[in-house]
């Protein structure tokens, strides 16, 4: 599988160049996996309620989602969930190096309905926090809605700078909205590891604990700071060590992303993609 590889430099020693482009592609495939069953999951789960007319299920999972009295509120997180499924679905694809070039065509129209769903998934959650406010208060209703501001940003950056040919603009801010796209994603497998570990410490019912409030920007805060790592090393070729030291990282994430999906699979997106053929 060829994605976003590092640039090749003259100054970086061979063997250092294979160790990050091994990682790199490492994390990426582990990152598409469990995004695209995390997808499949929330189109499953989420969007199965809809022709059952439960959409209270939706509050299974995070309270105070569906009102029957909110309209606006239902049908923004109902876009901002269902697109965000096809971004976690599709978003992955949009890596590789072969699709795009050997099928250009396919790479540009998938690439304009990710925008597309990108760009409906900010405004879908920014419409509910103006109708309806978080369920963890004003903290966790500012973090998401810069989540979402920022997600409209990497979403008309990325098809602005496509359009005009601006490729390598293009990719760095395609890699900043994918980052930001499996946010959703990583909210779940960061509360899925410290909840069993810390037995819930920093967490409160309501969402609004200290370890909420930190999670309120942890999960898209740490997404584009790798994401930024990589571009920097991917255009400037950068020093053995940091090639090493990047490369570290990532491999490490990598392992938290296997166990964390290998959990979730057997545990909870398993059981909801089963139960939505089995219904």
């Not at 497998?189 to 410290?194: H, I, Q, R, T």
């Not at 060590?241 to 296997?258: E, H, K, M, P, Y």
Request: charged share 10%; with cysteine; aromatic share 14%.
């Amino acid at each position: 599988m060829t994605t976003l590889a590092a640039a090749p430099s003259a100054e970086a020693p061979r063997w250092s160049r294979r160790i990050f482009q091994g990682a790199v592609v490492a994390l990426t495939a582990a990152s598409w996996i469990s995004a695209a069953l995390f997808g499949a999951y929330i189109l499953a789960f989420y969007g199965g309620a809809l022709p059952k007319h439960d959409l209270s299920r939706w509050n299974e999972n995070l309270p105070n989602l569906y009102g029957p009295h909110t309209l606006i509120a239902n049908i923004g997180i109902g876009a901002h969930f269902l697109t965000g499924g096809i971004l976690l679905v599709l978003g992955p694809v949009q890596l590789v190096g072969a699709l795009r070039r050997r099928m250009p065509v396919v790479h540009r129209w998938s690439g304009r309905l990710y925008v597309t769903a990108a760009a409906l998934a900010g405004l879908g959650g920014l419409a509910f926090l103006a109708s309806k406010s978080a369920v963890g208060g004003l903290p966790m209703s500012i973090g998401f809605g810069v989540y979402g501001l920022l997600m409209l940003l990497a979403a008309a950056q990325t098809y602005r700078h496509g359009a005009a040919r601006r490729i390598d603009q293009h990719r760095a801010w395609g890699v900043r909205l994918f980052a930001l796209a499996i946010g959703s994603w990583l909210y779940r497998m960061e509360y899925g590891f410290w909840l069993p570990l810390t037995n819930g410490l920093g967490h409160t019912p309501t969402f609004s604990g200290p370890f909420d409030m930190v999670m309120d920007v942890f999960f898209y805060i740490p997404n584009l700071a790798i994401a930024e790592l990589f571009l920097r090393v991917r255009q400037s070729g950068g020093s053995a060590a940091l090639r090493v030291a990047a490369s570290t990282i990532f491999l490490l994430a990598t392992g938290c992303v296997i166990y964390g999906t290998y959990y979730f699979v057997k545990f909870y997106w398993g059981p909801g993609i089963l139960g939505f053929f089995a219904a």
